[in-house]
C-alpha cells in the first residue's frame, strides 16, 4: 500500500506541476482575450479563430505531439538504461523538429491567401495567417526539449517555459493589436472597408504568439544547457552500444509520432472544418455579414471558458504517458492499472463540478470578462458545458492508450468520432436549422464518441474498468447539490446587491458545498487524501469529528 501510495503520488505532483501551469496559462489566455476582443470586438475574433483553427491544425501536423512522442521515447531509454540512445533520440527529434517545422512554416506563409480564403471561408483572415507561419517553426524545436525533460520526468521546466510564454504573448499581442487596430481603422476609412481594423488588430494579436513561443524556446534552451553537465555523466555510465544512426531515429520519431499527431487531428480538425462548414453554409443562405460575429462568440467566448477546467486533463495526460510506458516496459501491470485509476479519478473530482459550474454561472461569469454579445454564450454553456466532462475523459483516454503502446487505436476512434459529429452538423444545420448552436452540440458528440471508443479500447487492450461510485457518481451527486446552493445564493444575493459580488460569494459557497459534499459522502478517501498536501491532517481531523472512522 505504501508504494501503491508513493507511485500515484509522484504521478499526481508531476500532473499536478504541468496541471497548475496549464490552469495558470489559460487564466492568462482568458485575461488576453477579454481585452483583446473588447480590442478587435467579436467580429476580429471571429478573424484571428479562423486564422488560429488553422495554425492549430498546421502546429499538429509539425510539432503538437511531438512532447508526447518524445517523451514516451526519452521515458524507454531511461527505463532501460540507455543514455547514448536516449540523447540519439533527442538530436534526431531536433532534426525533425527542423525539417517538419519549416516545411509548413514556409508553406503557411506562401498560401496563406488560400488557406483563408478557399478553406477556412474568411479571406480577412490572411493577415493573421501570414504573421503565425514563423511561430510554428519556433514551437518545433521547443516541443522537443518540453517532451525531452517530461520524459526524464522533469515536469517543471515546460511549466515555467509554459507561464514564460503565455506572459509575453500577452504583453505584445495585446499591444499589438491596440496598435495596429488604430492603424488600421484610418487605412480602413480611406479604403472604405469597415472591417479592415478588426483583421489588421487580429494579425496584431498573433504577433505575441510568435514572441512567446521565442521567449519559451530560448528558456528551454538555458534550462538544457544548464544541466548539461549531469545529461553527460550520465551517458558516460551508458556501456551498451548505439548503432542506431540519424535515419533510423527519424524514422522511430516518426512511427511514435504520427499515430499521435493524427489522433490530435481529428480532435482539432474538427474546429476547422465546424468554421469551414458553417461559415459555407451561412454563406449560402445570405447570412455572411453575421458569419464572423457568431464565430467570434462561439470562439472567443464559449470555447475559451470550457477550455480552462480541460487544462488538468491535458497535464494528467502528458505526465501519465511516459509514467505509463515505463510500468508497461516492466510488466509491472498492477501499476499501471493504479495510475490509470488515480488520474482519471483526480479529473473527474475537478471536472464534473467544473461542469455544472459553468453552466449555472456561466452568464454572470461571461458578463464580468466580456463585452458585446453575453446571452448567447450563456446559453451555449448552459447546455455544452458538459463538454468539460467528455473532452476531459477522451484526452486522458487517448494518453492512456499511447503510454499502452496502442498508439493507432486513438486515431481510429477519433476518425470514427469525427465522421459521426459531421454527419450530426450537417444533419443540425441544413434540416434542422440550429446555426450556431449546432456546432456547439456536433463538439459535444465527437467528445462523447471519442470517450466511449477509447473506454472500450482500454478494456480490451489492459482488461481494465473504471471504479464508478467514487469517480463519477458521487461526484455528480456533489455536484448537483452544489449547484442547488449556488444557483440559490447567487439568485437572491443579485437581488440585493451587485452581480459581482453575488458571483464570487455563489462561487464561494460552491467549493464548500461540493467539498463538503464529497467527504461526507465518502467520495475521498485516506488513499485520495494522501496525494495532496496536508492530506493526512485533513484526514485526521475529520476522522476526530466523526466523518470518518476506523
Not at 548503432?243 to 499521435?260: E, S
Not at 481510429?412 to 459531421?422: G, Q, R, Y
Not at 478494456?459 to 469517480?471: D, G, N, S, V
Amino acid at each position: 500500500m505504501a508504494e501503491k501510495k508513493r507511485i500515484a503520488k509522484g504521478l499526481v505532483v508531476q500532473g499536478s506541476i504541468l496541471a497548475i501551469a496549464g490552469i495558470l496559462c489559460r487564466i492568462i489566455g482568458i485575461a488576453r482575450r477579454v481585452p483583446l476582443t473588447n480590442i478587435i470586438g467579436d467580429i476580429g475574433n471571429g478573424y484571428y479563430a479562423a486564422a488560429y483553427e488553422f495554425y492549430s491544425i498546421i502546429l499538429i501536423l509539425s510539432s503538437y505531439s511531438l512532447p508526447s512522442a518524445v517523451s514516451k521515447l526519452i521515458a524507454q531509454r531511461q527505463t532501460r538504461g540507455q543514455y547514448k540512445k536516449m540523447q540519439k533520440v533527442f538530436k534526431g527529434a531536433l532534426l525533425f523538429a527542423v525539417i517538419s517545422g519549416g516545411i509548413f512554416s514556409l508553406v503557411v506563409f506562401i498560401f496563406a491567401d488560400f488557406f483563408a480564403t478557399t478553406v477556412m471561408g474568411e479571406a480577412m483572415s490572411t493577415m493573421a495567417m501570414r504573421v503565425l507561419a514563423p511561430t510554428i517553426f519556433v514551437v518545433a524545436l521547443m516541443a522537443v526539449f518540453r517532451g525531452y525533460f517530461q520524459g526524464l520526468g522533469v515536469m517543471h521546466f515546460t511549466a515555467a517555459s509554459q507561464i514564460l510564454e503565455q506572459i509575453i504573448l500577452v504583453i505584445v499581442s495585446l499591444s499589438a493589436a491596440k496598435i495596429l487596430f488604430g492603424v488600421g481603422t484610418k487605412y480602413g476609412n480611406l479604403m472604405m472597408n469597415e472591417n479592415y481594423a478588426s483583421a489588421l488588430g487580429a494579425a496584431g494579436a498573433t504577433i505575441g504568439c510568435g514572441v512567446g513561443a521565442l521567449c519559451g524556446l530560448l528558456l528551454m534552451i538555458y534550462f538544457y544547457m544548464h544541466n548539461k553537465r549531469a545529461i553527460d555523466k550520465r551517458i558516460l555510465t551508458d556501456t551498451s552500444k548505439n548503432k542506431d544512426t540519424f535515419l533510423d531515429v527519424l524514422i522511430l520519431i516518426a512511427r511514435t509520432a504520427i499515430p499521435m499527431i493524427l489522433c490530435s487531428v481529428m480532435y482539432n480538425i474538427c474546429g476547422v472544418i465546424d468554421q469551414s462548414v458553417f461559415n459555407h453554409h451561412m454563406i449560402k443562405i445570405g447570412e455572411e455579414s453575421v458569419k464572423s460575429f457568431y464565430w467570434g462568440v462561439y470562439s472567443g467566448k464559449y470555447k475559451l471558458m470550457i477550455t480552462l477546467p480541460i487544462a488538468l486533463a491535458n497535464a494528467m495526460c502528458s505526465a501519465i504517458i511516459p509514467s505509463l510506458t515505463g510500468s508497461i516496459e516492466n510488466k509491472d501491470y498492477v501499476s499501471a492499472r493504479s495510475k490509470m485509476a488515480t488520474v482519471i479519478r483526480v479529473t473527474m473530482i475537478i471536472s464534473i463540478p467544473a461542469a455544472f459550474g459553468l453552466a449555472i454561472l456561466g452568464k454572470p461569469i461571461i458578463s464580468l470578462l466580456f463585452k458585446g454579445e453575453i446571452d448567447l454564450a450563456a446559453i451555449m454553456l448552459a447546455y455544452g458545458s458538459i463538454s468539460v466532462i467528455f473532452f476531459s475523459l477522451s484526452t486522458l483516454g487517448n494518453g492512456i492508450l499511447q503510454g499502452l503502446n496502442k498508439l493507432k487505436t486513438p486515431v481510429l476512434n477519433s476518425l470514427i468520432a469525427f465522421v459521426l459529429h459531421f454527419l450530426a452538423l450537417l444533419l443540425m444545420l441544413k434540416v434542422f436549422k440550429w446555426g450556431i448552436h449546432s456546432v456547439v452540440i456536433a463538439n459535444l458528440l465527437f467528445a462523447v464518441f471519442v470517450s466511449v471508443l477509447n473506454h472500450l479500447a482500454i478494456y480490451r487492450t489492459i482488461a481494465y474498468k473504471q471504479e464508478l461510485k467514487q469517480t463519477f457518481l458521487i461526484p455528480l451527486i456533489s455536484s448537483v447539490i452544489m449547484g442547488v446552493f449556488t444557483f440559490l445564493t447567487y439568485f437572491l444575493i443579485s437581488k440585493l446587491t451587485d452581480f459581482r459580488i453575488a458571483l464570487f460569494i455563489a462561487m464561494f459557497i460552491a467549493v464548500i458545498v461540493y467539498f463538503t459534499a464529497l467527504v461526507l459522502l465518502k467520495g475521498i478517501n485516506e488513499y485520495d487524501l494522501s496525494l495532496i498536501p496536508f492530506g493526512s491532517k485533513i484526514y485526521s481531523l475529520l476522522r476526530k469529528i466523526g466523518i470518518y472512522k476506523d
